[in-house]
């Protein structure tokens, strides 16, 4: 009905976006009922201020009469004039008008100052309570994205799309809504006033609704296009500040303040340049409105005139006409005015339904693993990237026991990442297929896969809160014994008991209060406490200097007690202990065997191993 509705005004995206934003809101039907219940009697406030100026001029400041009407005739409709008259003389026929007039007026203006105060209240409320939900579904939606959308995505344009996209979506829905719906009412009542004081000189007031809709229409469309750009440009920016904020000890230390100045600039000129023009498109339309509404007064007024001399209109008459005109713009503008609001609140909702809307990490398996034995193996395993012609992997085959060590090493950009991201199903092979215990990868249900992975990276990320709760998080259900029990076997319980805090000291953004070699351990009593059977270490100390390495190498070497694991490492103090190392080139297995063994063979890995970053 909406799409039908609004098919000259909308297109269909912007109308289908109306209608799930709508969605949200139909929940709250009864807080819906009675803001448009208030905003009736806004409007109707509104219009009876415009017509008690006629009875005011033409009775309030003539004699009073001590005669009351007298009921005329029978039936219903009798009944109801005998008691507008009634109403009407009691206010304007007696004395008491000196003080009854100021305080009916006063009644009034409390009456329409509570109606208004409940209508912003209630749909406020709405929009609040929507906006909580909306961005609720939106994180949702961003657990369950697949790897490869926020790998491609900055951090920042998915902060923008909660905070800056939600926001306008449905702040401006709400607003739209408020002015669309008291506006709209006042509009009606003030019109149904004009007609009932002078139906000729409102057919003239009228001329002018059709004359402003054409120039909202095209101002819409103007707006549409630089508020989209302008939109682009804000998360552009934000990305900007996020980068060399998070970046800062890199632009520091290679002086990149001024491109970092010189960036920033760019993309912040590029957004007053959308600013002015939407400035300037904005600044034009009141005035051109205004300007429409002016002829259409004067020729009111030059009417009016011409009536006043036959004798067709009364001064209280046509000054309650010329009010409820004038009252009659502020609504009418407020309206033409809809396109600023309404185009960003389209936009903006296109952002976040394109968000929501984005197809999540697909999960086909059926099968519930409660522990597996960590055997692996890869047949015939192809990975071609999008933006790249050589293969990542070509035609790889492997095959893993339970509880063993595997070693994987070469060079750069030979694949060994993209092999480990293949097993909790970060990435998919182009073709073949990877087993864990007998069973293919894509028909072990995502959480039961990955509740049998446990990973150690070099790129540890803990959260900004407890030393205690980023180790629970791998299990929530831990006591603190098993959290203990991690800390003991990760090297760290010694420093837990020296801090005042105990285990409840706050570590600080991604662990910043920690050095690296403690942040390393508290990621390796996580994956103890976890008690996966399979576990990943990539590059786990990489960036440790010799005395941290040997207090996580203890700790790597008590979780890799009876798990099956594959090492990702560069240094031999890793790898050689393995009992298996894999040496992989151009995504191809090369050489594997035990360190002994390879280095006996004189091949890529003794040439490897002979490199300054090995030892």
Same mark, same amino acid.
């Given at each position: 009905?909406?799409?039908?509705?609004?098919?000259?005004?909308?297109?269909?995206?912007?109308?289908?976006?109306?209608?799930?934003?709508?969605?949200?809101?139909?929940?709250?039907?009864?807080?819906?009922?009675?803001?448009?219940?208030?905003?009736?009697?806004?409007?109707?406030?509104?219009?009876?201020l415009a017509a008690f100026i006629a009875p005011l001029i033409n009775q309030g400041f003539s004699s009073t009469s001590n005669t009351p009407p007298?009921?005329?005739?029978?039936?219903?409709?009798?009944?109801?004039?005998?008691?507008?008259?009634?109403?009407?003389?009691?206010?304007?026929?007696?004395?008491?008008?000196?003080?009854?007039?100021?305080?009916?007026?006063?009644?009034?203006?409390?009456?329409?100052?509570?109606?208004?105060?409940?209508?912003?209240?209630?749909?406020?409320?709405?929009?609040? %309570?929507?906006?909580?939900?909306?961005?609720?579904?939106?994180?949702?939606?961003?657990?369950?994205?697949?790897?490869?959308?926020?790998?491609?995505?900055?951090?920042?344009?998915?902060?923008?799309?909660?905070?800056?996209?939600?926001?306008?979506?449905?702040?401006?829905?709400?607003?739209?809504?408020?002015?669309?719906?008291?506006?709209?009412?006042?509009?009606?009542?003030? %019109?149904?006033?004009?007609?009932?004081?002078?139906?000729?000189?409102?057919?003239?007031?009228?001329?002018?609704?059709?004359?402003?809709?054409?120039?909202?229409?095209?101002?819409?469309?103007?707006?549409?296009?630089?508020?989209?750009?302008?939109?682009?440009?804000?998360?552009?920016?934000?990305?900007t500040i996020h980068e060399t904020y998070d970046g800062h000890k890199v632009v520091k230390l290679y002086g990149g303040e001024s491109h970092a100045?010189?960036?920033?600039?760019?993309?912040?000129?590029?957004?007053?340049?959308?600013?002015?023009?939407?400035?300037?498109?904005?600044?034009?339309?009141?005035?051109?409105?205004?300007?429409?509404?002016?002829?259409?007064?004067?020729?009111?007024?030059?009417?009016?005139?011409?009536?006043?001399?036959?004798?067709?209109?009364?001064?209280?008459?046509?000054?309650?006409?010329?009010?409820?005109?004038?009252?009659?713009?502020?609504?009418?503008?407020?309206?033409?005015?809809?396109?600023?609001?309404?185009?960003?609140?389209?936009?903006?909702?296109?952002?976040?339904?394109?968000?929501?809307?984005?197809?999540?990490?697909?999960?086909?398996?059926?099968?519930?693993?409660?522990?597996?034995?960590?055997?692996?193996?890869?047949?015939?395993?192809?990975?071609?990237?999008?933006?790249?012609?050589?293969?990542?992997?070509?035609?790889?085959?492997?095959?893993?026991?339970?509880?063993?060590?595997?070693?994987?090493?070469?060079?750069?950009?030979?694949?060994?990442?993209?092999?480990?991201?293949?097993?909790?199903?970060?990435?998919?092979?182009?073709?073949?297929?990877?087993?864990?215990?007998?069973?293919?990868?894509?028909?072990?249900?995502?959480?039961?896969?990955?509740?049998?992975?446990?990973?150690?990276?070099?790129?540890?990320?803990?959260?900004?809160?407890?030393?205690?709760?980023?180790?629970a998080y791998s299990k929530p259900n831990a006591t603190p014994k098993d959290v203990e029990h991690a800390l003991k076997a990760a090297n760290l319980?010694?420093?837990?008991?020296?801090?005042?805090?105990?285990?409840?000291?706050?570590?600080?953004?991604?662990?910043?209060?920690?050095?690296?070699?403690?942040?390393?351990?508290?990621?390796?009593?996580?994956?103890?406490?976890?008690?996966?059977?399979?576990?990943?270490?990539?590059?786990?100390?990489?960036?440790?200097?010799?005395?941290?390495?040997?207090?996580?190498?203890?700790?790597?070497?008590?979780?890799?007690?009876?798990?099956?694991?594959?090492?990702?490492?560069?240094?031999?103090?890793?790898?050689?202990?393995?009992?298996?190392?894999?040496?992989?080139?151009?995504?191809?297995?090369?050489?594997?065997?035990?360190?002994?063994?390879?280095?006996?063979?004189?091949?890529?890995?003794?040439?490897?191993?002979?490199?300054?970053?090995?030892?």
């Amino acid at each position: 009905m909406l799409r039908n509705l609004f098919s000259n005004l909308f297109n269909i995206k912007d109308t289908q976006n109306f209608q799930r934003l709508m969605s949200y809101v139909v929940i709250y039907k009864w807080r819906i009922f009675f803001a448009l219940l208030a905003t009736v009697g806004v409007a109707f406030t509104e219009s009876y201020l415009a017509a008690f100026i006629a009875p005011l001029i033409n009775q309030g400041f003539s004699s009073t009469s001590n005669t009351p009407p007298i009921l005329q005739g029978s039936g219903i409709f009798a009944y109801i004039k005998q008691l507008y008259a009634t109403l009407t003389y009691w206010i304007w026929g007696t004395p008491a008008k000196v003080w009854l007039v100021p305080t009916f007026l006063i009644v009034l203006i409390i009456f329409r100052g509570i109606c208004r105060y409940i209508s912003n209240y209630e749909l406020s409320w709405v929009g609040a %309570v929507v906006l909580k939900e909306v961005r609720g579904l939106m994180f949702h939606k961003m657990l369950h994205l697949p790897a490869k959308y926020q790998s491609s995505h900055p951090s920042a344009f998915a902060s923008n799309r909660f905070l800056l996209d939600a926001e306008a979506a449905i702040g401006n829905a709400t607003s739209v809504f408020i002015t669309l719906s008291r506006d709209s009412l006042t509009v009606l009542g003030l %019109v149904c006033v004009l007609l009932y004081l002078n139906w000729q000189l409102c057919l003239i007031v009228l001329l002018i609704f059709p004359i402003l809709g054409l120039l909202s229409r095209y101002f819409r469309k103007r707006l549409r296009v630089l508020n989209q750009d302008s939109q682009l440009k804000l998360k552009s920016l934000a990305h900007t500040i996020h980068e060399t904020y998070d970046g800062h000890k890199v632009v520091k230390l290679y002086g990149g303040e001024s491109h970092a100045e010189e960036r920033f600039a760019a993309e912040n000129n590029a957004i007053l340049r959308f600013t002015k023009k939407l400035a300037q498109a904005t600044s034009a339309k009141s005035p051109i409105s205004e300007l429409i509404a002016s002829l259409a007064l004067a020729v009111v007024i030059f009417i009016a005139l011409w009536q006043s001399q036959h004798g067709i209109t009364t001064v209280g008459e046509f000054m309650a006409f010329i009010v409820a005109m004038m009252q009659l713009i502020s609504p009418l503008k407020n309206l033409s005015n809809l396109s600023t609001p309404m185009q960003r609140m389209f936009v903006a909702a296109d952002m976040v339904f394109e968000f929501i809307d984005e197809p999540s990490e697909s999960n086909t398996g059926t099968i519930k693993l409660k522990h597996s034995t960590g055997q692996l193996r890869f047949e015939h395993i192809d990975l071609s990237y999008d933006n790249q012609t050589r293969k990542a992997l070509n035609d790889f085959n492997l095959e893993i026991k339970a509880g063993e060590k595997v070693a994987l090493i070469g060079r750069s950009g030979s694949g060994k990442t993209s092999l480990i991201n293949m097993l909790p199903r970060f990435i998919e092979p182009s073709s073949g297929v990877i087993y864990l215990d007998s069973h293919k990868l894509n028909d072990i249900d995502l959480a039961s896969l990955r509740q049998q992975i446990a990973l150690v990276s070099q790129d540890v990320f803990l959260f900004n809160d407890t030393l205690y709760n980023n180790i629970a998080y791998s299990k929530p259900n831990a006591t603190p014994k098993d959290v203990e029990h991690a800390l003991k076997a990760a090297n760290l319980w010694d420093f837990v008991q020296d801090n005042p805090n105990g285990w409840d000291m706050e570590i600080g953004n991604n662990g910043n209060q920690l050095s690296g070699g403690q942040r390393q351990r508290l990621s390796i009593a996580r994956a103890i406490l976890k008690d996966a059977p399979l576990l990943i270490l990539d590059e786990a100390t990489s960036a440790l200097d010799n005395e941290s390495e040997r207090a996580v190498q203890q700790a790597l070497e008590h979780l890799m007690q009876g798990r099956t694991s594959i090492i990702i490492a560069h240094r031999l103090s890793t790898i050689q202990k393995a009992d298996r190392i894999i040496v992989m080139n151009e995504g191809q297995i090369v050489e594997q065997g035990t360190h002994e063994q390879l280095l006996a063979q004189n091949g890529l890995y003794a040439h490897l191993s002979a490199l300054p970053s090995m030892t």
